[in-house]
Structure formats: structure tokens, C-alpha cells
């Protein structure tokens, strides 16, 4: 059921600070009271975010006497979270002081001057140097400045179960080259071990932002050289309409779903997909293969409702490898989250310094194990202790040296959105591969101001 915004508004909340650098406060607010806006998990059994953010909140109020933290949970699936975030951040009267940012919106959002920019405090902040480049430039408006403090990146490859591999035959060492290895390996599960789902692929507009990154962009980007971007050409400054490697990417999920290789249709387009893979499929044994992500562990560890202590011995892990195994033979897509500051932020100031709180050393390596994130900061990647503190760290962590990143621009969940009716119209049987791309091109035009170019 999809809360209204007045309900969003009067949703439970947890505390976080004001300025104690000097900030304005707006009409009404409280200089003394920092607001902080979070998404927070769908599922019930899966509190990482609030235990982590609730930890930050002692450290802080303790630190800084006389302020408290106000946290303001918005649970909603991603794109009902955006547009919660983005109404809220219209007024001084609904603007937290602290937002957390999909690196995929914050260009939109600072086009749209709801968000501040942070360089000034930067400046200031000695950590700040600790932050890899990528994940820094995640964070970067066109205009050049930095507005949002990243907490982690992520990376994506292929899960699979070593109980369902050994039924159907297959080795427990699956390492596929090619998407036809893919391919494969799941109609042998669908004929040896017919009551499992093969493969899933995240598609169709329920399934957001998931359905565009981790199966779509996972598979167009493995299409060419590894080197040009298939989606956005940067030096025309203009976005790529079709082309064989887009028709090639719809071409496997069409494949998926018109062999029966996928979740059922009403499976696959229901918007809880990610909470039924994460918490259903995979722990009992239900699902052979999935694409998905580096973070799932944070659903398993002990008390997230859904452990699954031997996970790791069950599972196997692959890199998603390229359509057809040429340089550079794997593919992964990264993204991640930021914490920014709104421009009507009322005591901006205090919020900065609890983001500095939250990225200490020691509670980003905390939060980055806690939510199986992989780290943005160069002083935690190289400690042991995290390298070592849970298993699939290593593998994931060593797929960003072939990874990508969306061009996060001011159009772009526009186009993710256009991507996404694509792949349900090939996931349903509604559209053809063909009629689907030619639908793309058209919407691109319209999502993009006409700034498109032909493939």
C-alpha cells in the first residue's frame, strides 16, 4: 500500500542535530534539533540502517550536549522514495537538514537547487582525502562542486547456489565466459531441477531502478569494448537511441522470460521482488543463479530477520562475464548512496558535522561491513580486518577495477524509467525486441530534450 504524503510526513521518527557551526534556522525550526531523512527498508526483519544510525546518534548527542537527532525514516520502495525525498526537499517547512542520495538522483536534484553545495565544508574536513575519486566524482554536480558525502560504494555479479548447481550437474566452481554460458547453465537447471527458478533478473518499472542497473546496464555495458559508453556519448553530450548491443541486452531478458528461465511473470513485476529473492529464493534453496549485488549479505547476518548463517558456504559467486567473452571478459556497474545537505536545510552546519561523525575511520568500516558495502575510503580498503571481516569482501571489492558507472545526469531517471518500460515489454510479450527499442528511442527523445543520437 503506498503511504500518502501527509503519512509520510507524520512517519515515526529518530532524532539527529542542528548546526553548532552558526547556520540560520528557518522560521519555526529548532537550532538545536537536526532532522535526518533516511530510506529505510521495506522489510521489517532488515534494521541495518536504523541500528547503524542509531549508534551515530548516541556518539553525537554525547559529543555535542544540549543538540539531538530527529531521524525521519521514509519506507518506500526506491522510486517512492525519490519522490518522497524530492517533495520534501521543495519547502523549508518539510526540508530535513540531512538526506540520504542515490548517486543516480543527486544530479537531478541539484539541477532542480535543492540540494547545497558542500565544498566549503570539505575544505575543511582532512578525511576528505581518504575518499577515492570515483566515488567523489559519484557526488559531483555539473557545475563542478561536490554535493553529497558518499558512504560506500557497491558492485554486481552473479550469485548461485552450489546445492541446485550440483542436482543439475554443473560445477561448483561456475565461472560462465559468455552470456550463452549464462544462458545454459539455466535451461540445465530448469530440466534437471524443474521446482527452482533458474535465473533472475531484476525488470519492468516495479522493479525501479534495480531492473535498469543491475540486469539491463549489466548487460549493454557488456556488449562492447569496455571502454565507450553505450548509453551516453559525453562528447556530443547527447544519449545513444538503440543500437545492436541495447537489442542484444533486451534480447536476453526477452530470452529469459519467453523460455520460462525467470521467476513468473507476476513474480518478476511484483514491486517486493527484491525482498522475495533476498529473503524467500535464495535462503531456501528456491533459485539457481541471480544477478544481483554486493550488499546482499546485510539481509543474512544475525539479526536482520532473515539470518542465514551458512550463506556463504551455500552460495557461489561469479563476475557477470561479457556477451561474448572479449576484452575486458568481465562486467560489473557500480553506484552507491550519499549523504547531502538540502538548500533549505535549517542548521546545515550541524548537519555537516554529523556526517563527519558517521564517516570517522572506524564508523564507515562499521557501516560498510554492516550492509555488505564496499569502501570509498582508501584507509579502510587497505585494512585487513576489513578485507577479512566477512566473506565475498574480496570478490566484489576487486570487481571495481572493471566496473561502470551510470551517467548520472539530470535526465537520467528519465531514462532509466524508459529502460525499464523496454524490458517489461519484452518480459511480458507485449513488444517485440524490435518495437521495444524503437519505444526507447522515442521516449529518450522526450526524456532527453531531444538530445539523442542514433547508434
Request: proline letters at 7%; aromatic letters at 10%; one cysteine or more.
Amino acid at each position: 500500500m503506498r503511504p500518502t504524503a501527509a503519512a509520510l510526513l507524520l512517519a515515526p521518527t529518530l532524532i539527529a542535530t542542528a548546526a553548532l557551526t552558526g547556520a540560520c534556522s528557518s522560521s519555526g525550526s529548532d537550532p538545536d534539533t537536526l532532522k535526518v531523512s533516511f530510506k529505510q527498508s521495506t522489510d521489517n526483519n532488515v534494521k541495518v540502517m536504523d541500528t547503524f544510525l542509531a549508534d551515530i546518534k548516541k556518539q553525537f548527542e554525547k559529543k555535542y550536549p544540549g543538540k539531538k537527532v530527529e531521524f525521519i525514516p521514509i519506507k518506500a520502495p526506491d522510486s517512492e522514495y525519490y519522490t518522497k525525498v524530492q517533495q520534501m526537499l521543495r519547502s523549508p517547512k518539510t526540508a530535513p537538514d540531512l538526506v540520504y542520495e542515490d548517486t543516480f538522483l543527486i544530479n537531478s536534484d541539484i539541477t532542480s537547487g535543492y540540494l547545497k553545495p558542500l565544498d566549503d565544508y570539505l575544505a575543511k574536513w582532512p578525511d576528505w582525502n581518504q575518499f577515492i575519486d570515483t566515488a567523489k566524482t559519484a557526488a559531483k554536480g555539473e557545475d563542478g562542486k561536490i554535493y553529497g558525502v558518499p558512504d560506500g560504494t557497491d558492485t554486481r555479479g552473479l550469485w548461485f547456489d552450489k546445492g541446485v548447481f550440483a542436482e543439475a550437474g554443473l560445477p561448483a566452481t561456475w565461472q560462465p565466459t559468455t552470456w550463452d554460458d549464462v544462458l545454459e547453465a539455466a535451461r540445465t537447471i530448469k530440466k534437471k531441477v524443474p521446482d527452482v527458478t533458474p535465473l533472475n533478473l531484476y525488470t519492468g518499472k516495479p522493479a525501479g531502478e534495480a531492473a535498469t542497473m543491475q540486469t539491463f546496464e549489466m548487460l549493454l555495458y557488456g556488449t562492447g569494448d569496455g571502454k565507450t559508453d553505450p548509453l551516453y556519448d559525453p562528447a556530443s553530450k547527447k544519449w545513444i537511441a538503440g543500437g545492436q548491443g541495447f537489442e542484444d541486452a533486451l534480447g536476453f531478458v526477452e530470452t529469459v522470460y519467453r523460455e520460462k528461465l525467470g521467476p513468473d511473470v507476476a513474480t518478476a513485476l511484483d514491486p517486493n521482488i527484491q525482498t522475495i529473492v533476498r529473503g524467500d529464493l535464495l535462503p531456501k534453496g528456491k533459485l539457481g543463479i541471480a544477478l544481483d549485488g554486493s550488499w546482499l549479505p546485510q539481509d543474512w547476518l544475525p539479526g536482520s530477520g532473515h539470518e542465514w548463517p551458512q550463506w556463504s558456504r551455500e552460495l557461489g559467486l561469479a563476475h557477470m562475464p561479457t556477451q561474448h567473452g572479449q576484452a575486458p571478459g568481465k562486467v560489473s556497474m557500480s553506484g552507491g548512496w550519499t549523504w547531502a545537505i538540502p538548500a533549505k536545510a535549517a542548521n546545515p552546519g550541524l548537519a555537516f558535522d554529523f556526517i563527519k561523525t558517521m564517516q570517522t575511520k572506524a564508523n564507515a568500516q562499521k557501516w560498510y561491513i554492516a550492509n555488505s558495502g564496499i569502501a570509498v575510503r582508501k584507509d579502510v580498503a587497505s585494512d585487513p580486518s576489513y578485507v577479512s571481516a566477512q566473506p565475498g569482501i574480496k570478490f566484489f571489492t576487486d570487481l571495481v577495477a572493471s566496473t561502470h558507472y551510470r551517467p548520472a545526469y539530470p535526465a537520467y531517471p528519465k531514462v532509466s524509467t524508459a529502460i525499464q518500460e523496454a524490458m517489461e515489454g519484452v518480459t511480458t510479450g507485449d513488444a517485440s525486441v524490435a518495437d521495444a527499442a524503437k519505444g526507447y528511442a522515442e521516449e529518450l527523445k522526450s526524456a532527453t530534450d531531444g538530445q539523442v543520437i542514433q547508434k
